[in-house]
């Protein structure tokens, strides 16, 4: 990682993402802002408060643009700042945020990148809600942005604001990071012609675009050659007046905070409940609830294994805990009821009064409990059938201080291409999750010390504080990396 020092910047960062830092709580016309601890967060607050000198100069706080749940009347004159954060709300109508959120980014985008093509939905009102949408936040940065400030935008619901920020603010540094897979041509191809134009060429106008994973990287160069007839020299794309960089920033985790947990009180207590009330071995798993993360397969899976190797009955526990999410949506609906089925019947066809094979929890959970039964479990089982990086897997094994557990991830995690130590499955084949489950429960603790050392020191290497870093390095690079390509 480069010295941040290098990075020096005099602007203020802005960060435009749909999401603000905080929830906004309104009570007796008094406003409560409760920070997210989400990784976003946190990673930004380390690009001004860096341990090795902060890469923003600007004592001025973090901007942040986002969309307000909160109407405009509610928050007329609040200030919508804590110490770190300054917020600027986005005001979407209830109408137009149907159409742009549910319809064009959950319905279409979000099926169409993780290999759904059958769910995804095609709709002439979503793409103009999205384009509307686009420019709602692009008006409020016009509002807020100066001379030297920094713009980072985030994920699939902005993909067209790099390019309105190009055209008004050219000297603007911008850089855009994509959360979810970028998915293969033959996919996205699926988009209408006008459509795939419009959002690679409002994603072109970052200086740098950031992907987990390389093969993302090589299925956007591809997308933008055939789509807007734009070649690449490695990992540039030459504009004419400027190039883009796309390159792979493999998002991480605050590694510290999941290591030192491990001897944090509340989940040493919670860590002791598990094990006390659980059965010798215990599997676990824990995901949003969404039909990429593969929790019918992973079900159909352990059944497998239940049927296949009997003598673990009245042995293991395999605790399950979905987190709600999009659950206005019929599909999720529809998955969650098909959720409760699978589990009551894997449950009655093997369970017996003394021991329930599946122990589901539909909810959020703290984050003492969430890290009690990280290190609790013998084997957490990550298998999303499409998942553009999943830090669930990297939060495992950071809590692991104890250097033991063992991690079986699909193939289909863009994180599977750092963990290749993880017992690697084909997240649609059940029978592949029930050998590795054996193998897991009968694999000596040196061999899992082995693999989980190498991981973790990979993690540990590059968290998401070195994520940003490392974004904010290449951004400030790319002048100089421009010249140079002249000379090749
Ligand atoms: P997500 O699809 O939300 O993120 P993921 O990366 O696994 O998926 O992050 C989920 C986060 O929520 C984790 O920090 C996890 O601990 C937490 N979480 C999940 N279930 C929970 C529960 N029941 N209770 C409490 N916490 C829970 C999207 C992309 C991913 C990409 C991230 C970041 O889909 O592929 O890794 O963005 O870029």
Known sequence: MENSNQQENNGRLIIVAYRLPFKIIRENDQ????????????????????????????????????????????????????????????????????????????????????????????????FEAYQIANQLFFEKLDEVIRPGDVVWVQDYQLMLLPDMIRQKHPDNKTGFFFHIPFPSYEIFRLLPVTWRKALVNGMLGADVLGFHTNDYVEYFLKSARLVSGLGNKLHYINMSNRIVKVDAFPISIDFAKFNDAFDDPAVVNARDEARHSLKEKIIFSVDRLDYSKGIIHRLKGFERFLERYSEWHEKVSFVMVVVPSRDSIEQYQQMKSDIDQTVGKINSDYGNIYWQPIIYQYRSMPNHELVGMYTASDVA???????????????????????????????????????????????????????AIQKAFNMPEEEQTKRMDAMRERIRNYDVFAWTNDFFTQMTMLEHEHEKLKQV
């Open 31 to 126: 406003i409560q802002l409760f920070q997210n601890s989400g990784g976003l967060v946190s990673a930004v607050l380390s690009l001004v408060a860096n341990q090795n000198g902060p890469v923003f100069q600007s004592t001025e706080k973090i901007q942040w643009i986002g969309f307000s749940e909160n109407s405009r009347e509610e928050l007329e004159g609040q200030s919508l700042a804590n110490e770190s954060f300054q917020a600027h709300p986005v005001f979407i109508s209830d109408e137009v945020n149907e159409n742009y959120y549910e319809g064009f980014c959950n319905n279409l985008i979000w099926p169409l990148c993780h290999y759904f093509p059958s769910l995804a939905r095609f709709d002439d009102a979503y």
């Open 381 to 435: 089982l990550i298998t999303p059938v499409r998942d553009g990086m999943n830090l669930v897997c990297k939060e495992y094994v950071a809590s692991r201080k104890d250097r033991k557990g063992i991690l079986i991830l699909s193939e289909m995690a863009g994180a599977a291409a750092e963990l290749g130590e993880a017992l690697i499955i084909n997240p649609l084949d059940k029978q592949d999750i029930a050998d």
